[in-house]
């Protein structure tokens, strides 16, 4: 799997749910018209899916390797975004940063030069080829030049 699908199928599946923390605490709604389902009833209308052989083994593998992962509030994906924001592009940029690499299902540390930001897809690109979800960054920082040059 490549990195834009592993990032493709990241954004479809673990997408941001703070926008939905007011109605996260409500209690389930009880309907007084209808009886409660049944668990067998319930089951049956995902049966069509037990056709997907081996697709619970694939969900479960990429659970655990996003065990590791947490999820940046929206406070802070826009404070990564307005970071990227304000690199002027213009110029050279070494960039440090630590983000969740989906591969290994940790955390990483990288330094590298910024090639460009592919905004459409949200992602950083840098010179040496490596992509990185930019929703996928915990920290980053912009490594100064030395004086002189």
Same mark, same amino acid.
């Given at each position: 799997m490549t990195n834009k699908q592993q990032w493709q199928a990241e954004q479809a599946q673990f997408n941001d749910t !703070?926008?939905? @923390?007011d109605i996260m605490d409500v209690p389930r709604h009880i309907s007084?018209?209808?009886l409660p389902m049944?668990?067998?009833?319930?089951?049956? =209308? #995902?049966?069509? #899916?037990?056709?997907?052989?081996?697709?619970?083994?694939?969900l479960d593998k990429a659970a655990q390797r996003y065990a @590791?992962?947490?999820?940046p509030t929206g406070k802070? %994906? =826009?404070?990564i975004f307005a970071f990227f924001r304000g690199l002027p592009m213009d110029e050279t940029v070494t960039?440090?940063?630590t983000y969740f690499n989906g591969e290994s299902g940790y955390y990483d540390h990288y330094r590298g030069t910024l !090639?460009?930001?592919n905004w459409a897809q949200q992602v950083a690109c840098f010179v040496d080829g490596l992509l990185i979800p930019l929703r996928s960054i915990r920290d %980053? !920082?912009?490594?100064?030049?030395?004086?002189?040059?």
């Open positions: !703070s926008r939905y @923390n007084r018209a209808h049944t668990k067998q009833d319930r089951a049956g =209308q #995902f049966a069509p #899916f037990a056709a997907l052989t081996g697709y619970r083994e694939l @590791n992962k947490r999820y802070e %994906v =826009q404070a960039l440090e940063l !090639s460009r930001i %980053v !920082s912009r490594e100064e030049e030395p004086h002189g040059k």
